[in-house]
């Protein structure tokens, strides 16, 4: 019977476990994650998601407090147009955080960042230039295009030094996906390294409509690894969602993927960015706790758990410290619904904004608790001590269960 560890995923001169740890954002897949799943052989994610504020709270800079204090005077302004990210900070902000992973690597895995298109920033094209641009030149080993079609992604990075030796991957969610970034990314000269294609289980924000339980990862995998070869094209293909156990991936590896992308089972882990807190949340979520919702001011619905502390909280939009989501004439989806709920309760000290949610504010302090559908199962891969509390894993443990388990077994901590 085959195991993960049967496969290996070929990146040019890179021979790789074919676990690939996901980018999850605002530091929840975190540079320890990451280097975790490096030295193990796989391929490990950073984000660059409101990558100033983790720069704040990891490297010492002032950025956010900065950016507050420069534009507090329209903080009850609605129109957000003037505020922008200065793209000097951003660059150090993303050259800092890379550095400093990149520092610590070992093993022969790679340490990737996921780079979210949505995170449009009031300037969309010349902050995420920046971020890309300072992610190679501070030595990142590979990009993944997220949240986001891409469409000229690769032009804006195709005149740096590294456009050609560092690994460029795109997330789909369909094969016309694929074939627009295709179509539209060919001027480059470039094809992407690898594509992961994202299903709907997958936690964070999802490449379909409310209907996405109409469909199904194995069809979507099966349609794009059919496409590429009718293309001849040679791109590895990495599905993710919902792939829980070794069985699963290697399933996945007996029928033409290159690799699996994971994540909701390392939301556990030790070296997750999740305070400890939430991390029995994810333990204890039941799949009715579950759902995916509408709340994301991106417009793509997202998943996570029921009772996240951001749903329906009515916080003021904090945009003058943030602004990650702003789009290129300064709007976001939450700032019209807060006011409207502002206008609608007129000397309420506080109001209540339930279709849509403050995403910066709420990632940023773990109040969103985004997550896979198959969240619900995290339970049954560890051991529950007296107290009721839930053990936290090793990053360590849970690589190489997905490498090495059989018979959709899943490896228990030892007692
Ligand atoms: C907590 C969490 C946060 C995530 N954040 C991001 C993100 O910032 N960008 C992204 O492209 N995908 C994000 N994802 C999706 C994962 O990278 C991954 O593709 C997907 O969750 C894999 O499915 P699984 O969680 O069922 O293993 C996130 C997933 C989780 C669980």
């Not at 986001?148 to 789909?172: C, Q, T, Y």
């Not at 936290?392 to 997905?402: G, M, Q, R, V, W």
Request: aromatic letters at 8%; one cysteine or more; glycine letters at 8%.
């Amino acid at each position: 019977m085959k195991r993960v560890d049967d496969f290996r995923l070929r990146l040019g001169k890179h021979e790789l476990v074919p676990i690939m740890i996901g980018g999850m954002g605002v530091d929840i897949s975190t540079a320890d994650l990451a280097l975790e799943a490096a030295r193990l052989g796989g391929v490990g994610h950073i984000s660059d998601a409101m990558i100033n504020t983790v720069s704040d709270r990891r490297y010492e800079t002032k950025h956010v407090k900065e950016k507050l204090a420069l534009y507090k005077y329209n903080v009850l302004n609605e129109d957000k147009s003037s505020v922008k990210f200065d793209l000097g900070r951003l660059e150090e902000a993303t050259r800092l955080h890379v550095e400093a992973t990149m520092a610590r690597k070992q093993g022969t895995g790679l340490v990737f960042i996921n780079c979210m298109e949505k995170l449009t920033m009031n300037a969309p094209k010349e902050t995420l230039k920046v971020r890309m641009s300072a992610a190679l030149d501070a030595g990142i080993e590979g990009i993944t295009l997220a949240a986001g079609l891409h469409l000229g992604s690769f032009a804006l990075i195709e005149d740096h030094p590294r456009f050609r030796d560092a690994k460029l991957g795109i997330i789909v969610s369909s094969v016309r996906a694929l074939q627009l970034f295709l179509k539209k990314s060919s001027r480059t000269n470039r094809l992407p390294d690898y594509v992961v294609v994202e299903g709907p289980l997958a936690g964070g924000h999802l490449g379909f409509g409310m209907d996405w339980a109409q469909y199904d990862l194995a069809t979507i995998v099966t349609e794009v690894i059919r496409y590429l070869k009718d293309e001849h094209l040679d791109i590895p293909v990495i599905p993710a969602g919902g792939i829980f156990t070794g069985s699963d991936a290697t399933g996945f590896l007996e029928n033409g993927a290159a690799a699996v992308q994971v994540a909701t089972r390392f939301t556990v882990a030790e070296e997750c960015g999740l305070p400890t807190d939430v991390k029995q949340e994810y333990f204890k979520a039941s799949e009715e706790d579950i759902e995916v919702n509408q709340i994301s001011p991106t417009g793509y619905p997202m998943r996570m758990i029921k009772k996240s502390p951001g749903i329906g909280d009515g916080i003021r939009p904090n945009c003058e410290a943030y602004g990650y989501l702003l789009d290129a004439s300064g709007k976001c989806a939450y700032i019209s619904s807060y006011n409207r709920e502002v206008a609608e309760h007129p000397g309420a000290r506080k109001v209540q904004v339930w279709d849509k949610t403050c995403l910066c504010t709420h990632m940023r302090n773990f109040d969103i608790w985004t997550c896979g559908q198959l969240t619900y199962r995290l339970k049954d891969t560890t051991l529950r001590a007296d107290d009721g509390s839930y053990r936290i894993l090793s990053a360590e443990h849970i690589f190489k269960d997905y490498q090495f388990s059989t018979d959709n077994k899943i490896a228990l901590p030892e007692a």
